[in-house]
């Protein structure tokens, strides 16, 4: 599962993160956190972020996509990852498209945590008493001062992937406001609900090599296996018109319509409207489907 978190500072994308690690058995790679062990470390990326980072800036697209190049790389973001506070732009989305199509992978979700910008700056200064309290040293830009720029920066710079992951349908967005548990478990439903959360998804090149192991290569096929395929082509395109002409003799709106029908009844269960788009293509949305289509027999039956 390859999933990005998105939201502002203090939307608890970092708790989220942890929980879905220990869930899924993924890792959670967060920048922020990188950055910090490399301004830790004194090595030269860690210089050169330290000063941005505390004023509240956005470190350079070309470091943060080179560091998350390498970590996407290693073996333990085998079975899938968590991006925490990457992307930050719209060109860093870019450049991960770029090399996930580069690597031959897909993205599962883009969750967006939804808070009220009212509620950040408390949640921010507890997490520095939690800090405090713990022993721990407190993050140097977690001040009032710093977190109004963080904030700006989000809603200038970062915002904009909202529409950007939206237009590619993979945005869900939850109500980052709900109990810490309440929201880890609306973001569980919602991986369910895209069959994210099951076994790992295949990429493209994965589905191609999956097929090309099993059944012979389309240009080495044999004359009878062509006419077998072209045969079980035209076979499914007649069954798909049998079908349609089926419901319209019977009254009934095409499945497409119905389908549709099932999106706007999975919208109205809380679900965003790109989740139940793509939800159309998977197997709940079938069965919502089926289940609408019932209610709609039944209903003119009535009437
Ligand atoms: P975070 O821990 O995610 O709040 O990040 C802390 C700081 O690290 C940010 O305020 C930025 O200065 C820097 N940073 C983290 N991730 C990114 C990113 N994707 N792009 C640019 N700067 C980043």
């Not at 076994?199 to 192991?213: D, N, Q, V, Y």
């Not at 499914?236 to 499945?255: E, L, M």
């Amino acid at each position: 599962m390859r999933l990005i978190l998105l939201g502002p500072p203090g939307s608890g994308k970092g708790t989220q993160a942890q929980r879905l690690v220990q869930r899924y058995g993924i890792v959670q790679l967060s920048t922020g956190e990188m950055l910090r062990a490399a301004v830790a470390a004194q090595t030269p990326i860690g210089l050169e972020a330290k000063h941005i980072m505390e004023a509240g800036h956005l470190v350079p697209d070309e470091i943060v996509v080179g560091i998350i190049s390498d970590r996407i790389d290693e073996p333990d973001a085998v079975n899938g990852f968590i991006l925490d506070g990457f992307p930050r732009t719209v060109r860093q989305a870019e450049e991960l498209d770029e090399l996930l199509k580069q690597k031959r992978m897909t993205l599962d979700a883009v969750v967006e945590l939804k808070v009220n910008e009212s509620a950040l700056l408390a949640r921010v200064e507890n997490r520095a008493a939690e800090s405090r309290a713990r022993g721990e040293e407190v993050r140097a830009d977690d001040t009032p001062e710093v977190l109004t720029r963080r904030l700006a920066n989000y809603r200038g710079q970062t915002e904009p992937l909202i529409h950007y992951y939206a237009d590619q349908r993979k945005l869900m967005t939850v109500d980052g406001m709900m109990p810490i548990e309440e929201v880890t478990g609306e973001i569980q439903r919602i991986l369910s609900a895209i069959g994210a959360a099951g076994a790992k998804k295949e990429t493209k090149g994965e589905r191609k090599a999956a097929r090309a192991k099993s059944a012979p290569a389309k240009k080495h096929r044999t004359g009878a296996a062509k006419t077998a395929g072209k045969a079980t082509g035209r076979a499914a395109k007649k069954k798909a018109g049998a079908k349609r002409a089926k419901s319209a003799a019977k009254g009934r709106p095409p499945a497409k319509k119905v389908a549709k029908k099932a999106a706007k009844s999975a919208r109205k269960a809380g679900l965003t409207a790109s989740l139940a788009a793509r939800s159309g293509t998977g197997k709940s949305a079938r069965k919502s489907a089926k289940k609408a289509a019932k209610k709609a027999t039944k209903k003119r039956a009535k009437a």
